[in-house]
DNA sequence: AAACCAATGATCCATATGTTTCATACTATA
DNA sequence: TATAGTATGAAACATATGGATCATTGGTTT
């Protein structure tokens, strides 16, 4: 249990001016904060030995304006568990009152923010590195996302890219996509990305591939989604947002990690990778810091 | 999320054969299961987008006496969840050294996460909500980002596209992209996303269509980019990780914002344009949610 | 076409919930 | 001892909850 919990410790710090049933209610409350937010509040005056109507007047005590605040307040720190970040992100969301446009900005990074902290899970680690794995051991890694997870597909595909030839990107003009997969064999891996709702023609071609042999490795935001029965290794990411669209910020990120773990497999290997690029690009006059002169 | 829950693994097996309205409250169930704990069985059949009766129904699906029993299994496993969670953590600090890999992911994704509960600064969220009017009043949006930034520009235009045709994506084969500028007014705006090193042609495609009267918004990395003296409003992403690339996550989010606000902007118009979407993608029979047979 | 069936939505019901009110018991002060 | 003030318990209240029922829909089979 996180001892930073503003109101455990509001509730230690008046505890001795309250009266003994108040305490006794106070201490069943932080002895199982669990059961508060989990059971209801005749059920907790039950095991506490108190009657209903001191729970209510606990709440109203601690300056609460009822026992459901309360509730609610156990429930949240129980819905963060022990991941003292989240908890500091939601923290803020309290605090801050702006104006009513940047609200919604303000909830949706914040909601971001506390998906990819979440992100940190054991779980989800685990299927991130078993991920990788795989994916280091493959000969040719097709990479495939259509729709609103190309920008995924891509983004990962050209990481890829500065590492080496192994990334195939699976997206061509006039639906001529799968047809890298010619040559794929069985040390082949795909990487597929798809959220809900599951483009039939991503579904289609990872089992094509599937067919061929091809271990199938993807990332897909649920546990019942198609991509799984599928998968060898999955990864799933959050896609909820307060908007009307799905987010594909959490499932950017796993691809980022996943290029991370994949360049710092072989270190010195990515950092000739990477000078190579540099030069090349630094040939072409690829970039540039200042603002072009136009004649 | 303890990965081996026999009612969670009952839910899975049986997701394939339960009606549709089953499928998406399993879902909800599947992808929130501490809210299922927490709140009520109507508050849960609101967030799931289902009836409250559809709960009651998927319970006693599973086999269960009523949805309580489902909430009650639910709850018993968020109970020891909360404590079983500390002690899975220490078990990874005695483990030690041994998952290596898992620290560099947990580094990345807590520093992604700060780094958009960053974004909710102030500053960040004036420049934001700037930029968002900017892009309302344009008349079409050209949206211009090269090779990072390639991912960002085209999914910002994806979603553009599904609120309607305003948004013109400048990315073509043969180096045509820059070609849309052509019937391009003062009344438009140009999005510009880049991050360093710059692409010399982003810059370049950007200061000519600026040269054209086209009003300049921008998405970078730094006060000092390129970017920022030609743009009416810039919006500045972090892009350090502790990874050998730099991280597009913030951008994304940012643009993600964007479209969340311009979305926002005319709810019923919004709605609007997704049903179409929604009955136009349906007729083409784009998606799917089974494994696709294959003869 | 007709008839059936499962699936879904809408409505109603008994109950449990959090809160309030009121009466009683207790304690401290004059 | 009398009394004011508080703490506690019991009961009543409005409401929200989970569950059940019935009508309607939409797709299949005959």
Known sequence: ?????????????????MSPQLQQAARYVL??????????????????AVQPATMTRLAKFLGL???????????????????????KVRQRVDEGRETVASDTATHMLQGLSAQLAKLC???????????ADRLMSARKIYVLGLRSCHAIAWHFHYVMTLLGDRSV????????????????????????????????????VAQLAKEKGVG???????????????SAQTILCPTESDSFFHTLTPALAISEVLCSLLAEFDRPKTLEALQQVDEHLSHLNTYSTAIPRRQ
């Open 65 to 87: 304006p009822g026992y459901d605040e309360l509730r609610a307040q156990h429930a949240a720190a129980l819905r963060q568990g022990s991941d003292g970040f989240a908890a």
């Open 121 to 131: 899970e054991p779980d989800s680690l685990r299927r991130l590195e078993a991920t």
């Open 31 to 48: 002895d199982h904060p669990e059961e508060v937010a989990l059971v209801s509040m005749r059920e907790v005056a039950r095991y506490a």
């Open 216 to 230: 199938i490795v993807s990332i897909t935001d649920s546990e019942v989604s198609p991509l799984v029965a599928m």
């Open 169 to 204: 990107h699976l997206d061509g003009p006039g639906g001529t996509g799968g047809d890298a997969l010619i040559r794929a064999t069985s040390e082949d891996v795909m990487l597929v990305i798809s959220i809900k709702p599951y483009a039939r023609d991503a579904l289609e």
């Open 1 to 17: 249990m996180p001892p930073s919990d503003p109101l455990r410790e509001q509730i230690i710090a008046q505890y001795d001016v």
